[in-house]
């Protein structure tokens, strides 16, 4: 008999009960709530007079509503705010931890999972937010689940779930100066498409990903889903290990010991099968742009924006022309004479640590290009905050023009003050660049943050990696 | 949860591929704490002119004469035909919840976004995966007032012109929506093996149950 991937192997540590179909009910270690997908799957629970399963599984922290200015006057928008209260009274109803607002550890849930240890390598992680998949950066099967499904676990504790197939992405050799963990995604999506990973697990694996860090490798997972698969995942190995030691809700003492022991396991066996394997060549990647509505629509910054005449299949076409037409551009014109209006730095993708130092390097002692109207920096978390202030990270920021926020979700979606006029055009690290994601009108090109910075000193499109050091 | 037997009812083609969920319900309605009335704001930025906000009353609203959903010949849909890798993008529910309570029942694709494709089992809704060139030819035989009969015993739609084609539907959430049953109460007809299963794994992984 074969090995077991990775993925094979969560699962099945997991499995309560297994239908005929071979539909399962599957537990869940981990349940994270927030504001948006949650008030409906409260309600439902109270109508049908269950309670939750178990509340200490639960965390809850409001993130998509939440304003990144003035916090103490509270939420202005008077749904934003009902929306937090009420998961303030549901979690206070029953009996589950939240971060609230004003919490020194509030953050985008995908950011707070993993920095508390709430989320561990060898969980199920569930949360009603497609990028859950973030957290499968430890060896977690961690995928977004819909409003019912966040009922179902409330109640139940447990998902009924059906086996998804393996997909293995191998990284192959070491990336290039200048290229990130961003770069590596976009450019796994612009090879397999939004929809390459349907009905998948992705397994990220190969030299290039063990390089990353826990933040680049959380980076990766969390665009897992742009590529069409519900969870992405990564093998747990010593960076892995050393990230989670001593974080808040990491196993302590003799617990830790054991917990390392069933950690270190938590890798696809090396004759394991997959039912799909893509070999990525990571030298060959370069600093990454989105061009279009979609995060498959993605060039090298060295590059032109692609012409839909050279496309053969119809409807891809089409959808090339309608995008060139939303975002402005022209066919054949050189990426980086793409000027910019807005920059956003943050998002779950690109909000922590790493992601603000790799910003910082490029902003340092630098000024904003003066057709720059508003670049943001938020940070994923109060702790990310915290520790970036104790770097002077946001001096440097500051000094260079950007805006130095309180964590959220802030301009990913739009969802408070923050987001894009109709037309303007802006270099975000987030992770979508869906028609009016960052604004109605607006137009969104993803990048790094490096890059991000880099557009926001330039006013336009630059090759970070021939602007040098440390990116 | 409403149950689903069989249908006959008009049919609407969406012809775009990789309908996203914010193109379904946009992201300021996802503010609502409830359930219900997402239907008015639907496809919202295409079915209007103008930006919707929530609780905006949309009768008054300029619509969009063109978006196919405004065409006098397709009100009363409830059936939706539409392009490949539909339900795209966010994880929203709103998106299922929206098309419901417009009024659609069933869609039709040649391949939905997994998670969309989930939620819609849990909302009564039925997602229907069939071969391209048949969607395809779908789209070419409309005419003003084309109906559809779904027949999801059977596993069988029929055409208009007395065609029968047949779909696949998983047996669990076909036996679930043929009789609106709710996913809860069955899972916990397992809480027996759900505590068994605790007991079992707190003795591997004690910190995950040290409350
Ligand atoms: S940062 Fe953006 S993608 Fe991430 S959870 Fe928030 S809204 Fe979703």
Redesign the interface.
Known sequence: MSGKTLYDKLWEDHV??T?D?G?S?I?I?RHLLHE??S??AF??LRL?G?KP?????NLAVADH?VPTTEREKGIIDP??R??VE?LDKNCAEYGITEFTMTDARQGIVHVIGPEQGATLP??TVVC???HTSTHGASGALAF??????V??VL????L?Q?KAKNLLIQLNGQTRIGVTAKDIVLAIIGKIG??GG??YTIEFAGAAIRSLSMEGRMTVCNMAIEA?A?AGLIAVDDVTIDYYRGRPYA??GS?WF??ER?WQRLHSDDDAVFDKVVQIDAAAIKPQVTWGT?PELVVAVDETVPDPASEADA??R??MIRALEYMGLNAGQAITDIVVDKVFIGSCTNSRIEDLRAAAVVAKGKKLADNIKLALVVPGSGLVKKQAESEGLDKIFLDAGFEWREPGCSMC???NADRLDEGERCASTSN?N????QG?GGRTHLVSPAMAAAAAIAGHFVDVSLIGEGC | MRAFTTLTALVAPLD???V?T??II???F??????AGFGPYLFD?WRYLD?GE?DMDCVQRPVNPDFVLNKPQYKGAEILLA???FG??????HAPWALEDFGFRAIIAP?F???FY??CF??GLLPIPLASAIVDDLFGELFDGYCLTIDLANQKIITAKGKELSFEV???RKYRLLNGL???A???Q??D??RY??TE?AK?????F??
Not at chain 1, 53 to 57: N, P
Request: aromatic fraction near 6%.
């Open positions: 309560v009960y239908e179909d539909s009910l537990y270690d948006v997908t008030p409906q309600e439902g049908a269950r399963w178990r509340q200490s599984r509503n749904v934003s009902l929306q009420t060898g969980m009603g937010d497609s977004g689940i819909g409003t019912s499904e009922e179902h109640a139940t504790q447990c009924v059906k939004t929809a349907n009905g069409g519900r196993p302590k617990d054991m917990a069933l979609s409807v891809k089409q959808s979606l739009a969802m979508r869906f028609e009016g994601r109605y | 775009r591929a990789n996203d914010d193109a946009p992201k300021q996802l503010k609502s704490i409830r359930r930025e930006r929530p392009r490949e890798n795209c993008g966010s994880s929203r529910e391949s976004a997994d998670i989930n939620n849990k909302n998983d047996e669990n709710d996913d809860i069955l899972s916990l397992y809480a093996k759900i299963y605790e794994r591997r992984a004690p910190w995950l040290a409350d």
